[in-house]
């Protein structure tokens, strides 16, 4: 069991997501950039030319690699794109919550949460 | 006026018995008994299903947030001017420091109640982002202002100390120096700023509603999602444990049948 002061460590919250959501959570006082010489920043634009193996490497960054992500926040047509890994992420922290994007609405059925509690009432 | 109300005595008792006799006749006594008590798993699934409640609706509320914060975004990029082009990531701040930190608590120290995976996750405002740092621009310069006040209260308190005792001018001259001087509040940059110093009005506004999900909702939705998870490992392992207890049931009524039909024969 982790302890107290593993959660301490844990406060920021990064984002997976496309310019516009990045841009509203940024405007929101959640970007932090580390400071040199690693640079790393806890959010991934994502674009038509990003490749899926650039989202699942920051996905990994942010889930396992980093100690100080607290939540992770992901656009759902993003989560799709690496469904596999969303969907067998167990772990309690970071917390993994898929997010509407302004391009693609929030559909329950593909919410990693929602899919937990069919699965619990054997559907 | 009371005593036309007030049944008259003699009619009173042939009403009584016919109100205890279509009480008695039912006879309710099977569905009177005590209920069972809801099992482990039956009040594991209640919770659960407040949570679930809580979390649609929570949900809800973000989409209404998001949906707002995107359409002011828009907005603000169709009007933008001032050299701007695009509100995005061309403007983004390389050096860029969390303004709002998440803040994570175990619930269930203490209290025995809790399970162990129940944890509470909160945003705590840092040195101000948006709204947050507004205030506390002006708080800083309110405190900037009693500082200043501070110390020339001080120097004269200094000087009146000094005037009350007998030590000297050499105390009165040097304890303004020692007082501790308060530190200059810490002014984060607010990140409106990285696009100008006038940002159009709708830009504020999706702002304030990334503000309000970042704060109010993101933060309980988390920890709704941990609790619900946590729950659902009781309820599977409560499961677990009603079919073991059934099956050993099952297992204890064969062998005693077995040895029944040994006793006959």
């Known amino acids: 069991m982790a302890s107290q002061a593993d959660f301490r460590d844990r406060q920021f919250l990064a984002v997976i997501g496309d310019e516009d959501s990045i841009t509203g959570l940024l405007l929101a006082g959640i970007g932090h950039v580390t400071p040199p010489p690693d640079n790393q920043k806890n959010f991934l634009v994502v674009d038509a030319k990003t490749d899926n193996t650039a989202i699942e490497a920051a996905f990994e960054r942010f889930t396992n690699e980093r100690k100080d992500i607290g939540i992770v926040l992901i656009n759902q047509h993003i989560a799709d794109r690496i469904r596999h890994r969303i969907d067998t992420y ?6 993994v919550l898929e997010i509407p994007s302004k391009d693609h609405p929030y559909d329950p059925e593909k919410d990693s949460v929602l899919r937990r509690v069919r699965r619990l009432f054997g559907e | 006026m009371t005593t036309s109300t007030q049944p008259p005595p003699s009619q009173a008792p042939p009403q009584e018995p016919p109100q205890s006799s279509s009480q008695e006749p039912p006879q309710d006594i099977p569905q009177q008994k005590p209920q069972q008590p809801p099992s482990e798993i039956d009040t594991l699934l209640a919770h659960y299903l407040t949570l679930l409640h809580e979390y649609s609706t929570l949900r809800a509320s973000l989409n209404t947030a998001q949906a707002s914060m995107y359409h002011d975004i828009a907005r ?9 082009r695009y509100y995005g990531r061309d403007y983004y701040d390389g050096r860029m420091k969390a303004g709002r930190r998440v803040r994570v608590s175990l619930e269930g120290e203490g209290q025995g109640g809790k399970g162990e995976g129940d944890h509470g996750v909160e ?4 040195e101000g982002a948006g709204k947050g740092e507004e205030k506390g621009e002006e708080k800083g310069s309110v405190q900037k202002g009693a500082a200043e ?18 030590t000297g001018e050499e105390t009165t001259t040097t304890t303004p120096s020692q007082a501790p001087k308060p530190n200059p509040p810490k002014r984060k940059p607010n990140p409106l700023t990285w696009f100008g110093l006038l940002t159009p009005p709708p830009l504020r506004n999706a702002q304030s509603h990334a ?11 988390a920890t709704l999602s941990t609790e619900m998870a946590s729950v659902e490992l009781a309820v599977r392992r409560a499961r677990k444990r ?7 049931g099952k297992n204890r009524v064969v062998a005693i049948m077995e040895g029944t039909k040994r006793v006959t024969e």
């Open chain 2, 123 to 126: 945003i705590e405002d840092g």
């Open chain 2, 76 to 84: 603000a990029n169709f009007c933008a001017g001032g050299g701007v």
């Open chain 2, 211 to 221: 503000v309000h999900a970042v704060t109010d909702l993101i933060p309980r939705l």
């Open chain 2, 242 to 248: 009603r079919a073991k207890a059934l099956k050993a």
């Open chain 1, 90 to 95: 167990t772990q309690a922290f970071p917390t």
């Open chain 2, 149 to 166: 006040a501070g110390e020339k209260v001080s120097a004269e308190g200094g000087n009146k100390d000094g005037e009350g005792q007998d």
